[in-house]
């Protein structure tokens, strides 16, 4: 009888700790379950706020490319050159106004979308179905792509361009200072300034002879692992520039994006027309512009290699950017004759007269060099790029498209060839 009770507190023991382990793995399996739905639950939701930042990424893309095709509307053509995209958050603003789960804004702001109120007489204090909800958001910044150099110099049909723009890249990267760049390329070789030129120029050119009649275009890439061949087409995209040789990321840090986090920092592009803006154009594309324009005709020198000069410059186009803040150049023959005799220009001359600067002596650019910039400046633009963000909660979804405000495509024309879609031409679109 003993033996047989303690056989069944045995059996009893077992029982129970069989019990015990099956409810520490159902344990560790709920809680395991628990963690995966909630890890399942929170891909889930980072998708879902993904998605919806994607769109509003999307909808200031859209909302911009509106905002550029009003560039030819009879409100904005009475500000003449005015770059107004360069206002692009405040224009946009009414559309980023927080609204509750009813779609009625948080607040009663009636000053909301004053910008479009004083321009077009739009009164957005009383609009329905504008505006975010709470952890919502869009940003947009539009860049001026016909402001920096075009690098597709190789696909420019007139001569005078073409080697202006040739003139122009070699100006902007002949100072000193970028030596010790060009004698340690991404290779571990030295290259001179002028091949580093002739590359950009070759890869664009629809030919596969090299710039100056050299050999081949081909002897250096097909000795690469893997090798590979020049496009003989044009850029379709700034990161193409890494195929070249000569250049990395310390020529991408000099040249292209000085500022990663300020797109208007760029100083060459891939999209546009092959014209500057002088408008839009910084100080230094500018005076690369110049200075390959000037000459002395006493000397048949360039009078920008001389420092003096190179500082006077700068110091006239530092006063042209501070005028043009307000009036912007409505011909390119007004700036180039202010350049080459700043006494010609009354604002000028009153700006230099309230500093108590001396006068400075102009740039001499001669009649048919002046003739000659008419062809690659301009006043205004008509390719533009767009960065747009948006966000919703963590998640942030970033699109890059350039847009040809203005194309002279007849697939974008309406039958009657009459009226341009509203929108213009996406030439590029990429998303991260």
Same mark, same amino acid.
């Given at each position: 009888?003993?033996?047989?009770?303690?056989?069944?507190?045995?059996?009893?023991?077992?029982?129970?700790?069989?019990?015990?382990?099956?409810?520490?793995?159902?344990?560790?399996?709920?809680? *395991?379950?628990?963690?995966?739905?909630?890890?399942?639950?929170?891909?889930? &939701?980072?998708?879902?706020? %993904?998605?919806?930042?994607?769109?509003?990424?999307?909808?200031?893309?859209?909302?911009?490319?509106?905002?550029?095709?009003?560039?030819?509307?009879?409100?904005?053509?009475?500000?003449?050159?005015?770059?107004?995209?360069? &206002?692009?958050?405040?224009?946009?603003?009414?559309?980023?106004?927080?609204?509750?789960?009813?779609?009625?804004?948080?607040?009663?702001?009636?000053?909301? %979308?004053?910008?479009?109120?004083?321009?077009?007489?739009?009164?957005?204090?009383?609009?329905?179905?504008?505006?975010?909800?709470?952890?919502?958001?869009?940003?947009?910044?539009?860049?001026?792509?016909?402001?920096?150099?075009?690098?597709?110099?190789?696909?420019?049909?007139?001569?005078?361009?073409?080697?202006?723009?040739?003139?122009?890249?070699?100006?902007?990267?002949?100072?000193? /200072?970028?030596?010790?760049?060009?004698? @340690?390329?991404?290779?571990?070789?030295? /290259?001179?300034?002028?091949?580093? $030129?002739?590359? $950009?120029?070759?890869?664009?050119?629809?030919?596969?002879?090299?710039?100056?009649?050299?050999?081949?275009?081909?002897?250096?890439?097909? @000795?690469?692992?893997?090798?590979?061949?020049?496009?003989?087409?044009?850029?379709?995209?700034?990161? *193409?520039?890494?195929?070249? @040789?000569?250049?990395?990321?310390?020529?991408?840090?000099? !040249?292209?994006?000085?500022?990663?986090?300020?797109?208007?920092?760029?100083?060459?592009?891939?999209?546009?027309?092959?014209?500057?803006? $002088?408008?839009?154009?910084?100080?230094?594309?500018?005076?690369?512009?110049?200075?390959?324009?000037?000459?002395?005709?006493?000397?048949?020198?360039?009078?920008?290699?001389?420092?003096?000069?190179?500082?006077?410059?700068? !110091?006239?186009?530092?006063? !042209?950017?501070?005028?043009?803040?307000? /009036?912007?150049?409505?011909?390119?023959?007004?700036?180039?004759?202010?350049?080459?005799?700043?006494?010609?220009?009354?604002?000028?001359?009153?700006?230099?007269?309230?500093?108590?600067?001396?006068?400075?002596?102009?740039?001499?650019?001669?009649?048919?060099?002046?003739?000659?910039?008419?062809? &690659?400046?301009?006043?205004?633009?008509?390719? &533009?790029?767009?960065?747009?963000?948006?966000?919703?909660?963590?998640?942030?979804?970033?699109?890059?498209?350039?847009?040809?405000?203005?194309?002279?495509?007849?697939?974008?024309?309406?039958?009657?060839?009459? $009226?341009?879609?509203?929108?213009?031409?996406?030439?590029?679109?990429?998303?991260?």
């Amino acid at each position: 009888m003993k033996r047989n009770a303690d056989k069944k507190r045995l059996q009893r023991g077992m029982a129970l700790l069989v019990v015990l382990i099956t409810l520490t793995i159902l344990s560790a399996m709920t809680v *395991e379950f628990i963690e995966t739905n909630e890890v399942y639950l929170a891909a889930a &939701f980072q998708h879902r706020d %993904g998605v919806q930042a994607e769109y509003l990424a999307r909808s200031g893309v859209n909302l911009s490319r509106l905002l550029l095709s009003l560039q030819g509307t009879p409100v904005l053509q009475s500000i003449g050159s005015y770059p107004f995209w360069k &206002f692009a958050d405040m224009l946009l603003d009414p559309f980023l106004v927080p609204i509750g789960d009813d779609g009625q804004p948080l607040d009663d702001d009636e000053q909301r %979308g004053g910008l479009e109120r004083e321009m077009a007489n739009i009164n957005f204090s009383t609009a329905e179905g504008l505006g975010l909800k709470e952890g919502q958001s869009f940003s947009v910044t539009i860049v001026d792509e016909e402001s920096k150099f075009n690098l597709n110099v190789g696909t420019l049909t007139q001569p005078a361009r073409r080697d202006a723009t040739l003139a122009s890249l070699m100006t902007l990267v002949e100072s000193p /200072i970028y030596d010790e760049l060009f004698r @340690h390329t991404p290779e571990g070789d030295s /290259i001179e300034r002028e091949d580093v $030129i002739g590359e $950009i120029f070759d890869w664009s050119d629809p030919d596969q002879d090299k710039l100056g009649g050299a050999a081949g275009e081909e002897n250096y890439y097909a @000795h690469l692992t893997p090798s590979y061949r020049r496009k003989n087409a044009p850029f379709d995209s700034l990161q *193409e520039l890494f195929l070249l @040789h000569g250049i990395g990321d310390d020529f991408w840090s000099a !040249f292209v994006e000085p500022n990663p986090e300020n797109p208007d920092s760029r100083v060459m592009t891939v999209w546009g027309t092959g014209k500057v803006n $002088i408008n839009t154009a910084n100080s230094q594309v500018l005076l690369a512009t110049l200075c390959q324009l000037a000459k002395d005709e006493a000397t048949g020198q360039n009078p920008c290699l001389d420092l003096t000069t190179q500082w006077n410059v700068m !110091f006239l186009l530092q006063q !042209f950017l501070t005028i043009r803040t307000f /009036i912007p150049a409505e011909d390119v023959g007004s700036f180039l004759n202010m350049i080459s005799d700043p006494s010609s220009d009354p604002m000028l001359a009153m700006m230099m007269a309230m500093s108590g600067e001396v006068a400075l002596v102009g740039l001499p650019m001669s009649r048919q060099a002046k003739n000659e910039a008419r062809t &690659f400046l301009a006043t205004q633009s008509e390719v &533009f790029s767009i960065y747009a963000e948006g966000e919703v909660g963590n998640a942030v979804k970033r699109i890059h498209a350039v847009v040809h405000a203005n194309p002279r495509d007849p697939d974008m024309l309406d039958p009657q060839k009459k $009226i341009m879609l509203a929108g213009g031409k996406v030439l590029y679109w990429r998303m991260e």
